[in-house]
């Protein structure tokens, strides 16, 4: 299993021209505002804030990359790219700023060459939602390889977790495999996510 040795943060871009050039292979994180994206991040590299958290929707407003550095099992470094994306389906937000994000998230899977995973995080205590549903089918369209996380798992009992989980992937259209339970509270599903990732990186 792979261990994060050190994470930086590089940038913060909107378009293509801006972002980082290509070193590693990225994998970006996606979901509504506020459903974790970036506790997520600070959780799996086990950093307070290096994304920043907000309970305010719509704190993370542009694509932001983190490089990080990892061991892998037989102690050898390798480094992969981590991608903080802006969340979506805030109320607040009007039709400027909502096609404005589409444009940004659109182009960053369009042209990203060195994208090879997409971890799409739901509420566990939601229903699928429609947004989640066409964000996934266009990830299937790109051919991009993506996990579902159900995060804020502290937030039900621990029993009801396995229901919620069959509930959502039959709502999401997606395989029960392809979903897991996550807290950034409680550190839950940190070595899963790892698992998934040294897959698509090694
Ligand atoms: P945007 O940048 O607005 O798209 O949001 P985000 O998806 O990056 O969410 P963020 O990580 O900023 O977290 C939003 C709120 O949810 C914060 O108040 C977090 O403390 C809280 N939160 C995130 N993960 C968890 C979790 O696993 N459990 C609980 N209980 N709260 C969480
Ligand atoms: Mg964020």
Redesign the pocket.
Known sequence: MIRIVDSVFIKSAVKPADYPPIEFTDIA?V?????????????ILQRKMI???????????LINFFKIRFKDASQNDGYVTLV?????G?AKVGKVEREKWKKMIVSYFASRESLRGVVV?VDIRRTADPKDIVMIEMLKDYNIPYLIVA?????IKKTLSKKELKKLATGLQIAEKDIMA?????K?GVEKVLAWMEKIIL
């Open positions: 994180f979901g509504r505002s506020n459903v974790g994206k970036s506790s997520m991040i600070n959780t994304a920043k958290v907000s309970s305010t929707p719509g704190k993370t407003r903080d994306l802006p969340g979506y805030y995080l995060t804020k798992s502290d937030k996550f807290s950034s509270l409680k839950v």
